[in-house]
């Protein structure tokens, strides 16, 4: 049983702060940083929690899905309840191959009730459409903590627990090939681990029993289009895992 670790990890000097428009949410293990058993943080409420289980039919799942994102909508488990415009379940293909994670809502997505609307969710579509050759529709996007944090503050230990079980019960749903992590701390979040991106990039990790590839938050790239050629590269291996290069 993994465990996130307790306090908010600090930013690192590779990838500063999480963007304000649109963060990305993510997490994992210490002690590996690259298999990791599935978390057990307290899935909210039913649903399969397992991979082992068969997959469900993309009827199914869509239908699951939708009525996992009612529930987030109607959550209060912890207080960004409180603090939110809309809570922002995540949106995509119920059976997509690819799942990208961020941190969490930020005051675009929060407006709308959809996850990476803003400068640096464009810039997620152009990674998706012109950089993958995909549309928006063929992935699922969605976010680790699913309201947001005030002021767009990296979210505590206690709601990303609180919020983990969405995010498990939604990737078991779906059954991807691949996790991409956006952002340092979806990736740190992920992967419970402290880490910087530096050091966690170009290497396949394992969350909920998922391959997780972790990488830039595009708002990240928005400031620093230098780290656009290794964003590219871990794209690249996203699509290597999906199968789709
Ligand atoms: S962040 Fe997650 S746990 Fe907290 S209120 Fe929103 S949906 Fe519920």
């Not at 690192?12 to 963060?23: G, K, L, S, V, Y």
């Not at 599935?38 to 909210?44: E, I, K, S, V, Y």
């Not at 993309?58 to 809309?86: I, K, N, S």
Request: charged content about 25%.
């Amino acid at each position: 049983m993994r465990r996130v670790p307790r306090g908010v990890p600090a930013q690192t000097d590779t990838e500063p702060a999480p963007p304000t428009a649109a963060r990305a949410t993510g997490a994992t293990p210490p002690a590996s940083e690259s298999a990791a058993p599935a978390l057990d943080r307290g899935a909210p409420t039913s649903a399969p929690s397992t991979t082992t289980a068969p997959p469900l039919a993309p009827e199914e799942a869509a239908a699951a899905l939708e009525q996992l994102a009612e529930e987030v909508r109607a959550c209060r488990r912890c207080p960004l309840a409180e603090t939110r415009g809309h809570a922002v379940p995540g949106e995509g293909n119920p059976r997509a191959d690819i799942v990208f994670v961020g941190e969490g809502p930020g005051a675009d997505e929060d407006r709308s009730g959809r996850p990476f609307v803003g400068a640096a969710g464009r810039l997620l579509d152009d990674i998706i459409t012109k950089g993958m050759q995909l549309r928006r529709e063929d992935v699922f996007i969605c976010n680790v903590v699913k309201c947001r944090p005030p002021g767009n503050r990296v979210p505590t230990q206690d709601e990303v627990e609180a919020c983990a079980g969405y995010l498990e019960r939604q990737l078991n749903l779906i059954r991807p090939k691949v996790v991409c992590a956006l952002g340092a701390t979806a990736a740190r979040r992920l992967l419970d681990t402290e880490l910087s991106m530096a050091r966690l990039r170009g290497r396949v990790h394992q969350a909920y029993g998922f391959p997780v590839i972790p990488t830039y938050h595009p708002a990240y790239l928005l400031r620093n289009p230098a780290a656009k050629r290794p964003t590219w590269e871990d794209i690249q291996k996203v699509m290597e895992l999906a199968g789709g290069s």
